[in-house]
């Protein structure tokens, strides 16, 4: 996987090694050997899914949106998303989705169609009736009991469909 643009943050996933801008691809080596199958992109936060169902994020932290509280230079596990059968992962500007699918998550007692989220909610784009931002991903209150098939997400907005 290739990055370029702005670094700010460690927004392209590349380390220290570019500086804040590259107008040139560059090789995110911490996923060089893996077959990404989805990829998003929030204000200044990426998430990556693999092919064996690992979780990456980098980036700012975004009040938690990446799963960590500091800026990540370069990918990183998100050790709670991994194997759970995330589906999809879509970012706002501030804050991510994401959409768990085939397997039980038992720590969280969720299944099929859950969708989680985190990090900044100032216009309450987490779904949980608050306006706080989340520094853990969490399910969507509001999506209680609703099996949601897709999910998407732009700025501070939040979109389900079931």
């Known amino acids: 996987m290739y ?3 702005s670094n700010s943050e460690g927004r392209s996933g590349v380390g220290n090694s570019m500086g804040d801008v590259s107008h040139s691809l560059t090789l995110l080596v911490s996923l060089q050997d893996m077959h990404i199958k989805y990829i998003a992109c929030g204000g200044n ?3 990556a899914i693999t092919s064996t169902d690992q979780v990456y994020s980098w980036g700012g932290s975004c009040g938690g949106a990446t799963g960590a509280l500091e800026v990540r230079q370069e990918p990183e596990l998100v050790p709670v998303l991994c194997n759970k ?3 999809r992962i879509v970012a706002g500007y501030h804050h ?7 397997c ?11 969708c989680m989220s985190g990090g900044g909610n100032g216009d309450g784009q987490l779904g949980d009736k608050t306006n706080k931002q989340s520094r853990n991903l969490k399910n969507v209150e509001i999506l209680e009991d609703i099996i949601v098939q897709d999910i998407s997400a732009c700025a501070s907005q939040s979109f389900a469909m079931w």
Not at 96 to 102: D, E, K, P
Not at 104 to 111: M, R
């Open 3 to 5: 990055a370029w643009g």
């Open 45 to 47: 936060f990426s998430y």
């Open 96 to 102: 991510v989705l994401v959409l768990l699918g085939m």
């Open 104 to 114: 039980k998550i038992v720590f969280l007692s969720v299944g099929n169609g859950v």
């Open 85 to 87: 059968g995330v589906q």
